[in-house]
């Protein structure tokens, strides 16, 4: 990567998260819990990061702003249809 410019890199980089949302809004079957012991992180992570780069940039995004846009619906409707007990 070190042959790319910074805005190539960019866009790669932001393609590659895209595919990582997309694989975890498609993944519904696995839980954030699995996750959290396998990777180390979760959805909830993902959308923590999400908004402390967006305020980085100085975009108000708050938490749960954050996770509608990683688990592609309101956190409260993913949790009531896929989250196990």
């Known amino acids: 990567m070190d042959e790319l410019d ?41 959308a923590k990061w999400y908004a402390a780069a967006a305020q980085a940039e100085g975009v108000e995004l708050d938490k749960m702003a954050a996770r509608e846009l990683v688990y592609g619906m309101p956190y409260d409707e993913w949790k009531a249809r896929y989250q196990k007990e």
């Open 6 to 46: 910074d805005a190539t890199r960019t866009r790669v980089e932001a393609a590659a998260f895209r595919a990582l949302v997309e694989h975890l809004r498609a993944r519904t079957d696995v839980q954030n819990i699995e996750l959290m012991e396998l990777a180390g992180f979760c959805r909830n992570c993902l």
